[in-house]
């Protein structure tokens, strides 16, 4: 995949303050249903990348498979998806992980929440909330050549991919939600309403509060 010849070297691709906003939409929509957030990663990539094609006209699309990050100051703290045998690295519709890619960069709208995802797996520790935003230039060659906070290793499954993206079209549950993320989001610096009226079928619907979740800083 090419990388933007626009862009400048150091640059983001997404301002800081976009990526907490779509964050936090999502995470908001997904929390007032109850949804097991830790499990949520497709998701939230499906929706992001929705919402960065809609509002910034970007070429952003959803891509499942195997992922790995080293997320500990000391590089003893990995969070791993995926399944590795050797050198062999597989994913699968029990063992995955989703990001979003666009023009070279690799986005990851969970990583705020990689805390929870940790205490989810029975391993807590503590990790800030900070965005993941990466070139894929800086990937790093294989899973166990991670060795400083914020190294990467991503393994793409398209199969996965297109199989995940059918079952996500197939369930008009999700599709709504993911709709309603998209209507309620606004494009910084527009004015974001701190809360949104989800309409039910039947009922008064649901009342959902924007998440307060702060992104302190960048992998």
């Not at 807590?124 to 800086?138: G, H, I, Y």
Request: a neutral charge; glycine letters at 6%.
């Amino acid at each position: 995949m090419k990388t933007s010849t626009t862009r400048a070297p150091h640059r983001p691709l997404l301002p800081l303050a976009d990526y907490q906003r779509i964050f936090r939409v999502i995470h908001s929509v997904l929390d007032s249903v109850e949804a097991n957030i830790p499990a949520a990663s497709f998701f939230f990539s499906v929706t992001a990348a929705q919402i960065l094609k809609k509002f910034y006209k970007m070429n952003a699309f959803p891509v499942a498979g195997a992922a790995f990050y080293l997320v500990s100051k000391d590089g003893s703290g990995a969070l791993s998806f995926g399944e590795i045998d050797g050198e062999t690295v597989t994913s699968n519709s029990d063992a995955f992980h989703c990001w979003v890619q666009c023009e070279g960069v690799a986005l990851d709208f969970m990583a705020p929440v990689f805390q929870e995802l940790l205490v989810a797996a029975g391993h807590p520790m503590a990790v800030p909330r900070q965005m993941f935003q990466k070139d894929l230039t800086r990937m790093c060659a294989a899973p166990n050549a991670l060795q400083a906070q914020g190294d990467f290793r991503l393994e793409p499954n398209l199969a996965l991919t297109r199989e995940l993206l059918q079952q996500f079209m197939n369930k008009a549950a999700l599709s709504n939600l993911s709709q309603v993320c998209l209507e309620w989001y606004r494009k910084p610096p527009k004015e974001l309403d701190s809360d949104l009226l989800m309409q039910a079928a039947e009922g008064p619907g649901t009342s959902i509060k924007l998440s307060r979740l702060q992104v302190i800083g960048v992998w």
